[in-house]
């Protein structure tokens, strides 16, 4: 094993005979989708052809123990009951549903930092012209990431009815304090909506340590799971406050008289009786792998590789790499003085490496700030290597120079 590096070359070798896609691409798109592994494709393949076989509703009762797999798997990665977990079509289906449940009134505050999602920020901007609540934004601190002190301020003067969060930015690689967050949130009677899109399969995320109230994820991104699946946490505070979603259906609800209906316990609320189980047990199988692998090992490889890629951009001269904070994590972002960043992902694309272009509408306040109108993403996982990252960043000097 490589000094700085949690896995053995052998490990590394193993992984990427898992995934098959390594094989075609250069894949530096983590933070859009990953490459999953072999066993979580044959995992959703093998019920979609079970169902093909027998039919969608005999099949889902048939693997009624591999289903209830995502529950349990969920709980253990993020350390709690898996009735506190419900399963959704993504990060943003699992973010409204959470933010659909609070009663908002006129005059409610939601206080956000200004890197929360750009989906989470038009939500709120929905709510202030539907509802007539109030927007308030986290000052910034001067190394990036929200000041803690204006947290604990405006928690204490506004009173918000909740606040919102988001652990890792699309737009950049910050990741926010959200253990000191979770901390002095706490102390408060504010609902906490944390969004570890971004960080879930990244690093170790442990609700009780977050102290969250909710926390929304995709699977699709450093989990390495299927497109359309997505999970919600929900605390038991949430529940026993009776919070259910805006549009609750008849999984989460029993009809139990003409003009009533009566809550189910548990997160399972917060789902749809209609969901994709094929993807419901791929996500189980996804999880399953993270685990194996071991978050903080993870954590250690994917910080390492995006640090060593940030150091050769810094090299090129025409690049300006635009990640700051206390922290930062496997989100690279670099705006191009001379090339325009659509362009250069494509011709990346046509050499066979994936990486995405993030523009200004993304995060207005960051890129105002920043004075750029777009960039390019890249996000390595932990099955990269540091020769696709040199054969990357080779590439891209190709570009820069018009070749």
């Known amino acids: ?37 072999r066993s979580v494709t044959e995992a959703i393949v093998d019920h979609i052809q079970l169902e093909s076989y027998i039919g969608g509703y ?14 349990n798997q969920v709980g253990r990665l993020l350390n ?8 959704t079509s993504s990060a943003t289906d699992s973010y409204s549903r959470a933010l659909s449940s609070i009663p908002f009134k006129a005059g409610d505050v939601i206080l956000c930092s200004n890197d929360d999602f750009i989906s989470n920020q038009i939500h709120f901007l929905s709510l202030q012209k539907r509802l007539g609540i109030r927007i308030e934004r986290i000052q910034n601190s001067s190394e990036g990431g929200v000041n803690l002190n204006d947290l604990d301020h405006k928690l204490k003067t506004l009173q918000p009815r909740i606040l919102s969060i988001t652990h890792i930015p699309t737009n950049s690689g910050l990741v926010q304090p959200v253990k000191q967050i979770g901390e002095i949130v706490s102390k408060y009677d504010t609902i906490y909506l944390l969004d570890a899109c971004q960080s879930i399969g990244q690093m170790k995320l442990d609700v009780q340590e977050l102290k969250c109230d909710f926390l929304s994820a995709t699977n699709r991104k450093f989990l390495r799971g299927p497109r359309g699946s997505g999970l ?8 026993s406050l009776g919070l259910e979603p805006l549009f609750i259906d008849m999984r989460g609800a029993d009809w139990v008289e003409k003009d009533k209906y009566q809550t189910r316990d548990g997160a399972i609320r917060y789902e749809d009786w209609e969901f994709a189980y094929a993807l419901v047990i791929g996500s189980a199988a996804a999880v399953e ?19 060593y890629l940030r150091t050769k951009l810094s090299e090129i001269n025409t690049l300006r790499i635009l990640d700051r904070g206390p922290e930062v994590g496997a989100l690279v972002t670099f705006h191009s003085k001379t ?5 250069i992902v494509q011709k990346l694309l046509a050499r066979k ?3 995405v272009a993030t523009y200004r509408n993304y995060a207005v306040v960051d890129f105002d700030e920043k004075k750029v109108t ?9 099955f990269n290597t540091k020769e696709e990252i040199d054969h990357f960043v080779d590439q891209l000097k190709k570009i820069l120079q018009g070749d």
């Open 1 to 37: 094993m490589k000094t700085g590096n949690p896995f053995s070359d052998q490990e590394i070798a193993s992984f990427r005979q898992d995934t098959p896609g390594c094989s075609n691409v250069v894949h530096l798109n983590t933070a859009g989708a990953s490459l999953m592994p």
């Open 58 to 71: 005999e099949a889902s009762a048939l693997r009624a123990d591999a289903v209830r797999e995502f529950y």
């Open 80 to 87: 709690c009951n898996p009735s506190n977990v419900a399963f």
């Open 232 to 239: 919600l946490y929900v605390s038991n505070k949430a529940l």
């Open 289 to 307: 792998y993270c685990l194996k692998v071991g978050e903080e090992r993870i954590w250690k490889r994917v910080k390492s590789l995006a640090d």
């Open 339 to 343: 090339a325009d960043s659509n362009e």
């Open 353 to 355: 490496i994936n990486v």
């Open 374 to 382: 777009s960039a390019v993403r890249v996000s390595p996982h932990y």
